[in-house]
T-cell receptor, first 111, second 114 residues
Framework: EDQVTQSPEALRLQEGESSSLNCSYT??????LFWYRQDPGKGPEFLFT???AGEEKEKERLKATLTKKESFLHITAPKPEDSATYLC????????????FGQGTTLQVKP | DTAVSQTPKYLVTQMGNDKSIKCEQN?????MYWYKQDSKKFLKIMFS???????INETVPNRFSPKSPDKAHLNLHINSLELGDSAVYFC?????????????FGSGTQLSVL
């Protein structure tokens, strides 16, 4: 069964304290792995898509990496405005159009 | 200009009632979705429509009936509401189905069944 597990569930950082969020997945043929950001009371907002092991993508203080079993979202020198829930999702080659989400990591960055 | 808009934002109702949630996208996308997010933040797909045609129906009780009058609209009607239906429902859209397209989500409808 296709599955996504994110850790930790919650993470508290001081402003400027870099860290990483983990997304472990099992899927029968990965078509793509997605990272979304969700602010309270809002819908998820797309951040990155990764397609194959070894791929990396960056956006401001965020960098996403992918291996055959997991993905990391690295946050460098975070700011309070980076506080949000970060969701990881996979799309299997056999289930076109269907994203399987993890439960998310809620990040709080304190000034 | 809201890309994906859904109404209402909040919906509080009694058990056994019937309610609808409306969704519209102005992005010109062919595919629309309904996702359910439970209290533990898990987002799970319920339905997807591609150009008004039902593509994905994820073992959702038949009390839930999506309707797509055109490719810009996807509404969700729920009959005989139950306590367990309480959740946040998100509408989303993408260019088309069949590729690793990013989803554009609405802001959600928080449904509370009392």
């Amino acid at each position: 069964e296709d599955q996504v597990t994110q850790s930790p569930e919650a993470l508290r950082l001081q402003e400027g304290e870099s860290s990483s969020l983990n997304c472990s997945y099992t899927v029968s043929g990965l078509r793509g792995l997605f990272w979304y950001r969700q602010d309270p009371g809002k819908g998820p907002e797309f951040l990155f898509t990764l397609y194959s092991a070894g791929e990396e993508k960056e956006k401001e203080r965020l960098k996403a990496t992918l291996t055959k079993k997991e993905s990391f979202l690295h946050i460098t020198a975070p700011k309070p405005e980076d506080s949000a829930t970060y969701l990881c999702a996979v799309q299997a080659a056999s289930n076109t159009g269907k994203l399987i989400f993890g439960q998310g990591t809620t990040l709080q960055v304190k000034p | 200009d809201t890309a994906v808009s859904q109404t209402p934002k909040y919906l509080v109702t009694q058990m056994g009632n019937d309610k609808s949630i409306k969704c519209e996208q102005n992005l010109g996308h062919d595919t629309m979705y309904w996702y359910k997010q439970d209290s533990k933040k898990f987002l799970k797909i319920m339905f997807s429509y591609n150009n008004k045609e039902l593509i994905i129906n994820e073992t959702v009780p038949n009390r839930f009936s999506p309707k797509s009058p055109d490719k810009a609209h996807l509404n969700l009607h729920i009959n005989s509401l139950e306590l367990g239906d309480s959740a946040v429902y998100f509408c989303a859209s993408s260019h088309f189905i069949g590729a690793t397209e990013k989803l554009f989500f609405g802001s959600g409808t928080q449904l509370s069944v009392l």
